[in-house]
């Protein structure tokens, strides 16, 4: 593995960007001055002696998002601060097709830091070792450009369509290589003036947590009353039960309600328990909630199951997923979805995971990179939009009784790419 090794960078902010490199770990490498025991994924903002002024200035970066993401979720005043936000992150309507290249506010501001020496020391330590370089995040690939990186220097976008932000001011001068996990998003880098063979589609990776047993128990409880496979069985005969099917439809309905990094959407977590508590009781539906990493959130989540006096149904109706360390959660996760039948969460990059054959209920999307990802699940018939979780426990049984969610899973695990880590390795290895 030694030609196939690389430095994975992202970034410490939510969890879009370090989960994209999570499935990337396997051949990841470090600088031998760190004189760490096994390689990790490189945060920019948080690596072995990172200068103070770059961890100071990624700091109020940070907190800059996170403040703001949770902002919307106030009404009126926390909206319009959010708005104001997401109007320099915007994504224009790709239609009709023009040159986008003209950098906006945020690629400048992006390259405002950068030519004041943001990076420049994580760029100097890993130039000992070049080796190639695979950032989930558009600022260290653009810093490690302009500051110098002696090796190649590859940029994995994240969403299924992608703001001007993640290109170089000048991007037909560019050598940074993209890339990109949809075909829309190949196109969206070519409107920005990215060379087309500086775009390569790889798909966006997502961990081995998924197998056709799986699928078939998911197919089956989805589909109660056997519409769907019914319809469908030369299809399903082709790809899902071309193996011998495991009996493992006894366990309850799995629903796994994730949360994203800035914590924004965790009222309805705590709504969904609420809805949910009698079938929770009865053993009909097992519920995780994903607190992620954020303790915060964990603490929510317990405080409203002691108030519905719901503690003793913990890991047996209803179960909080925590992890202090984000790739020990990300471990976990994975774990999880190997007995979730629904992943409920809000359009961010765990819309691929659609393609393990989840099918996905959307929470709504937080900026606009989540519409687009919204608009991609509707295309692929991988996802549809949550109606009031409030009254979870009356449409849901409706849902599956129509077999529509055992059709997004079918949908998703056809339709949404897949293979990227072994695109990726194929790549870096040459």
């Known amino acids: 593995m030694e030609n196939k090794k690389a430095y994975i960078v992202a970034v410490d902010m939510g969890y879009g960007h370090q989960r994209?490199?999570?499935?990337?770990?396997?051949?990841?490498?470090?600088?031998?001055?760190?004189?760490?025991?096994?390689?990790?994924?490189?945060?920019?903002?948080?690596?072995?002696?990172?200068?103070?002024?770059?961890?100071?200035?990624?700091?109020?970066?940070?907190?800059?998002?996170?403040?703001?993401?949770?902002?919307?979720?106030?009404?009126?005043?926390?909206?319009?601060?959010?708005?104001?936000?997401?109007?320099?992150?915007?994504?224009?309507?790709?239609?009709?097709?023009?040159?986008?290249?003209?950098?906006?506010?945020?690629?400048?501001q992006s390259h405002k830091m950068i030519s004041k020496g943001l990076g420049k020391h994580l760029i100097e330590t890993l130039n000992k070792k070049p080796l190639p370089l695979i950032c989930t995040f558009p600022i260290p690939a653009l810093f490690a450009e302009a500051h110098g990186y002696k090796g190649e220097i590859y940029c994995l976008c994240t969403d299924t369509d992608i703001a001007r932000a993640w290109v170089a001011l000048k991007p037909k001068e560019s050598r940074i290589t993209y890339l990109a996990p949809t075909i829309r998003a190949k196109e969206r880098l070519m409107l920005y003036g990215v060379r087309p063979e500086k775009i390569i589609v790889t798909n966006f990776p997502i961990p081995d947590c998924s197998s056709l047993s799986i699928l078939q128990r998911r197919i089956t409880k989805l589909d109660p009353l056997g519409i769907f496979r019914e319809q469908y069985k030369d299809l399903l005969s082709l790809y899902v039960w071309k193996e011998k099917a495991t009996d493992l439809v006894n366990k309850p309905l799995t629903i796994s309600y994730a949360v994203g990094g800035a914590g924004a959407q965790w009222k309805t977590g705590v709504t969904i328990i609420k809805s949910l508590q009698e079938q929770i009781k009865n053993g009909e539906i097992q519920l995780n909630l994903v607190a992620g990493t954020s303790k915060k959130i964990l603490r929510r989540f317990e405080k409203a199951l002691k108030k519905m006096k719901l503690e003793t149904y913990r890991d047996r109706g209803v179960s909080?997923?925590?992890?202090?360390?984000?790739?020990?959660?990300?471990?976990?996760?994975?774990?999880?979805?190997?007995?979730?039948d629904i992943l409920w969460t809000k359009?961010?990059?765990?819309?691929?995971?659609?393609?393990?054959?989840?099918?996905?209920?959307?929470?709504?999307?937080?900026?606009?990179?989540?519409?687009?990802?919204?608009?991609?699940?509707?295309?692929?018939?991988?996802?549809?939009?949550?109606?009031?979780?409030?009254?979870?426990?009356?449409?849901?049984?409706?849902?599956?009784?129509?077999?529509?969610?055992?059709?997004?899973?079918?949908?998703?695990?056809?339709?949404?790419?897949?293979?990227?880590?072994?695109?990726?390795?194929?790549?870096?290895?040459?």
């Open 320 to 340: 909080i997923i925590y992890r202090p360390e984000k790739f020990e959660y990300f471990t976990e996760f994975s774990k999880v979805l190997r007995d979730t």
């Open 20 to 108: 994209a490199a999570f499935p990337l770990i396997k051949f990841a490498d470090t600088p031998e001055e760190w004189h760490l025991t096994q390689p990790i994924v490189i945060s920019a903002n948080n690596y072995p002696n990172i200068p103070k002024k770059d961890k100071k200035k990624w700091y109020q970066v940070q907190k800059l998002y996170e403040g703001i993401s949770r902002l919307n979720g106030f009404p009126i005043f926390g909206k319009t601060i959010f708005h104001i936000m997401d109007y320099f992150q915007k994504i224009e309507d790709f239609y009709p097709r023009r040159d986008l290249s003209k950098p906006n506010f945020e690629a400048k």
């Open 347 to 430: 359009p961010s990059e765990l819309s691929f995971y659609a393609g393990l054959g989840l099918p996905i209920i959307m929470t709504p999307p937080l900026g606009a990179q989540e519409e687009y990802n919204k608009t991609w699940l509707h295309m692929i018939g991988a996802g549809f939009e949550e109606y009031n979780p409030k009254y979870v426990n009356e449409w849901l049984p409706d849902w599956l009784k129509s077999s529509w969610l055992a059709e997004a899973a079918i949908n998703g695990y056809l339709n949404a790419p897949k293979n990227a880590v072994d695109n990726i390795e194929k790549i870096i290895s040459k």
